[in-house]
């Protein structure tokens, strides 16, 4: 089993930057990524990575947030720069481990002025 935990959302102005983490309980060598759900909407994939670093962007954040890891495959980032309204939400954590996928428990963040 692992455990995700998210940190580091919050509130901020539009034009400013955030910066998420996910802790994971173990190592985790396969795919990782970010989703996000804003409310009333479905939950949407924002950014993966593979083990070996390639990484793929939703259109509406490409450009602004970059996903990473440590290379103890430990922590995921997201940093997300130049934020927009359209941006808030809650951002999960999403891996697999041994055929089984799991999810943080998510972070806030808000965008507004």
């Known amino acids: 089993q692992v455990q995700l935990v998210e940190s580091g959302g919050g509130l901020v102005q539009p034009g400013g930057s955030l910066r998420l983490s996910c802790a994971a309980s173990?190592?985790?060598?396969?795919?990782a990524a970010w989703y996000r759900q804003a409310p009333g909407k479905q939950r949407e994939l924002v950014a993966t990575?593979?083990?070996?670093?390639?990484?793929n962007y939703a259109d509406s954040v490409k450009g602004r947030f970059t996903i990473s890891r440590n290379n103890a495959k430990t922590t995921v980032y997201l940093q997300m720069n130049s934020l927009k309204p359209e941006d808030t939400g809650v951002y999960y954590c999403n891996c697999y481990y041994w055929g089984s996928e799991y999810w943080g428990q998510g972070t806030q963040v808000t965008v507004s002025s």
């Open positions: 990575i593979t083990s070996s670093g390639t990484t």
């Open positions: 173990r190592s985790i060598s396969s795919i």
